[in-house]
């Protein structure tokens, strides 16, 4: 089966279903890591990497199906919101944290490029490819679909970039902390008035506060748990969640529940998940948020907190409080989840499988609903709807 995916990549790295693109009122994108992989524990540099590559997916549907894959520039490293999704689905934009490094193919280097995906083109294409900060991770486009924020995890900073029709243009750096701050994942308030920015190598959360195309940090910056990592933000804007991930060291870890509207805005309740939270996406009503777990399944298989699954938690939001409602076993190293736009259904992203799983869910229970084979390693996962 891998063969046959490998052959098939390198005969074209573009597919098209019979339908286009913009057909459907309900689209995935996902970014796929083909140079990295998990050695022991570490993500490192394979010997025959194929091409990376963006998987767009037809969301309509269940399971989600196949519309196109075109090569794109795409990285494991880094949290899974590494896509964002036009408003009105005309482009995608998808970073790439790390490269090979050129003096060393057995080795990573920072990246800083990051991806327009023209949607709407016929095949869709990468339009234009900007220069962003060193490590650009958590990427994110404000609702009026005129700014975009991108994480530069290898410096310390956020790049602002304002957005015109599907050209982007660079406006300016935001620094956060020192230069190992790592902000991570970024995410606006509906207004588009505030951003909210983790930083797992300082352990801190920031708020920006934006008036146009003018991004200024707050003084305050918020402390949910050890090294927050992924994040969102309810479409009511009235609350925010962000994953702590923890030490590593085969602890349980956490996500914390932030009231954005307090003035300031603080965390008001967290809750044990498992190790490593690597994603996690709110529900479109505002009423769950799914996670996406390690596990151990990132762990050396010597390690005595390694596990042969991850797991997709999902979680009730109730006022400013979270409560655990169902988990289940979902591949290894998992990576991004991303919600149907009835939240009847969601989708994980599996790494070592290779494979984007596809569930059911009820209010209560996960059911298994299909697979999606990828090619390379889906890393970053984004769905938009209109």
Same mark, same amino acid.
């Given at each position: 089966?891998?063969?046959?995916r490998?052959?098939?990549?390198?005969a074209?790295? #573009?597919?098209?279903?019979?339908y286009?693109?913009?057909?459907?009122?309900?689209?995935?994108v996902?970014?796929?890591?083909?140079? !990295?992989?998990?050695?022991?524990g570490n993500?490192?540099?394979?010997?025959?990497p194929?091409?990376?590559?963006?998987?767009?997916?037809?969301?309509?549907?269940?399971?989600?199906k196949?519309v196109?894959?075109i090569a794109a520039?795409?990285?494991?490293?880094?949290?899974?919101?590494?896509?964002?999704?036009?408003?009105?689905?005309?482009?995608a934009?998808?970073?790439a944290?790390?490269k090979v *490094?050129p003096?060393?193919?057995?080795?990573m280097a920072?990246?800083?490029?990051?991806s327009?995906?023209?949607?709407?083109?016929?095949?869709?294409?990468?339009?234009?490819?900007?220069?962003?900060?060193?490590g650009?991770?958590?990427?994110?486009?404000?609702a !009026?679909?005129?700014l975009?924020?991108?994480?530069?995890?290898?410096?310390?900073?956020?790049?602002?970039?304002t957005?015109?029709?599907?050209?982007l243009?660079?406006?300016?750096?935001?620094?956060?902390?020192e230069?190992?701050?790592?902000p991570s994942a970024v995410?606006?308030?509906?207004?588009?008035k505030?951003?909210?920015?983790?930083?797992?190598?300082?352990s801190?959360?920031?708020?920006l506060?934006?008036?146009?195309?003018?991004?200024?940090?707050?003084?305050?910056?918020?402390?949910?748990?050890?090294?927050?990592?992924?994040? *969102?933000?309810?479409?009511?804007g009235? #609350?925010?969640?962000?994953?702590?991930?923890?030490g590593?060291?085969? *602890?349980?870890?956490?996500?914390? #529940?932030?009231?954005?509207?307090?003035?300031?805005?603080?965390?008001?309740?967290?809750?044990?998940?498992?190790?490593?939270?690597?994603?996690?996406?709110i529900?479109p009503?505002?009423?769950?948020?799914?996670?996406?777990?390690?596990n151990?399944?990132?762990?050396p298989?010597s390690s005595?907190?390694?596990?042969?699954?991850?797991l997709?938690?999902?979680?009730?939001?109730d006022?400013?409080?979270?409560?655990?409602?169902?988990?289940?076993?979902?591949g290894?190293?998992? &990576?991004?989840?991303?919600?149907?736009?009835?939240?009847?259904?969601?989708?994980? &992203?599996?790494?070592t499988? &290779?494979?984007?799983?596809?569930y059911?869910?009820?209010?209560?229970?996960?059911k298994?609903?299909?697979?999606?084979p990828i090619?390379?390693?889906p890393?970053g996962i984004a769905a938009?709807s209109?």
């Amino acid at each position: 089966m891998q063969s046959a995916r490998l052959a098939s990549l390198a005969a074209g790295l #573009l597919i098209l279903s019979v339908y286009p693109v913009a057909a459907s009122a309900q689209l995935a994108v996902s970014a796929n890591d083909g140079k !990295s992989q998990l050695v022991e524990g570490n993500a490192v540099a394979m010997e025959t990497p194929i091409p990376d590559s963006v998987t767009i997916l037809d969301f309509s549907v269940s399971p989600p199906k196949v519309v196109a894959d075109i090569a794109a520039p795409a990285s494991i490293v880094g949290p899974p919101s590494s896509v964002a999704i036009a408003p009105d689905l005309s482009f995608a934009l998808v970073t790439a944290a790390m490269k090979v *490094d050129p003096a060393d193919p057995k080795k990573m280097a920072p990246d800083n490029r990051m991806s327009v995906i023209d949607l709407k083109a016929n095949p869709p294409a990468v339009s234009s490819t900007v220069e962003t900060g060193a490590g650009p991770s958590g990427v994110a486009i404000n609702a !009026s679909g005129t700014l975009a924020l991108v994480c530069n995890r290898a410096e310390g900073t956020v790049s602002v970039f304002t957005i015109a029709g599907k050209e982007l243009t660079a406006a300016g750096k935001v620094a956060l902390g020192e230069a190992k701050s790592g902000p991570s994942a970024v995410a606006f308030t509906p207004d588009g008035k505030m951003a909210f920015v983790t930083r797992d190598g300082d352990s801190k959360i920031s708020v920006l506060n934006i008036d146009g195309n003018k991004v200024e940090a707050q003084k305050r910056e918020i402390i949910a748990g050890i090294k927050p990592y992924p994040l *969102d933000i309810t479409a009511s804007g009235d #609350l925010a969640a962000a994953g702590n991930v923890g030490g590593g060291s085969g *602890d349980a870890d956490t996500v914390s #529940l932030i009231d954005v509207k307090a003035n300031p805005p603080r965390v008001v309740d967290t809750i044990t998940v498992g190790q490593t939270p690597e994603h996690l996406k709110i529900s479109p009503d505002g009423k769950f948020i799914a996670v996406t777990v390690q596990n151990g399944t990132n762990k050396p298989k010597s390690s005595p907190f390694y596990n042969d699954n991850s797991l997709a938690v999902i979680l009730a939001i109730d006022g400013k409080k979270l409560s655990k409602v169902t988990e289940s076993k979902i591949g290894r190293w998992c &990576q991004g989840a991303a919600w149907s736009k009835d939240g009847k259904m969601l989708v994980v &992203q599996s790494a070592t499988d &290779q494979e984007i799983e596809a569930y059911s869910f009820d209010g209560k229970e996960l059911k298994p609903v299909g697979t999606i084979p990828i090619k390379g390693r889906p890393a970053g996962i984004a769905a938009a709807s209109k």
